[in-house]
Nanobody, 124 residues
Framework: QVQLVDSGGGLVQAGDSLRLSCAAS????????MGWFRQAPGKEREFVAA????????RYADSVKGRFTISRDNAKNSVYLQMNSLKPEDTAVYYC?????????????????WGQGTQVTVSS
């Protein structure tokens, strides 16, 4: 089992930045790929970013490319999402996820463990 705790969300204005954190505990973290997903009210969950086990390979949704950066610190069992130039359309609950595999994926169904989510609200 892997337990994930998301944090770092909040209310910000358009153009501001936020850094989300995800702390993992339980089974080995360093050999698992990680991802961030988000779900806005009335919408389906969507992929945001993913990172492979070593941090060498990342993947982003087109909507966040160039603004968001995913990273990880295996020594701290943590993954981060740096979000810059936030827009009102980034408003959502953001979820950290881990998959029992070392490669990245943008498919939610390929992730095995999920955090509880952290709310990000961007005002215009």
């Amino acid at each position: 089992q892997v337990q994930l705790v998301d944090s770092g969300g909040g209310l910000v204005q358009a153009g501001d930045s936020l850094r989300l954190s995800c702390a993992a505990s339980g089974r080995s973290f360093s050999n698992k790929a990680m991802g961030w997903f988000r779900q806005a009210p009335g919408k389906e969950r969507e992929f945001v970013a993913a990172i492979n086990w070593s941090g060498a390979i990342t993947r982003y949704a087109d909507s966040v490319k160039g603004r968001f950066t995913i990273s990880r610190d295996n020594a701290k069992n943590s993954v981060y999402l740096q979000m810059n130039s936030l827009k009102p359309e980034d408003t959502a609950v953001y979820y950290c996820a881990a998959r029992d595999g070392s490669t990245t994926s943008d498919l939610g169904r390929q992730y095995d463990w999920w955090g509880q989510g952290t709310q990000v609200t961007v005002s215009s």
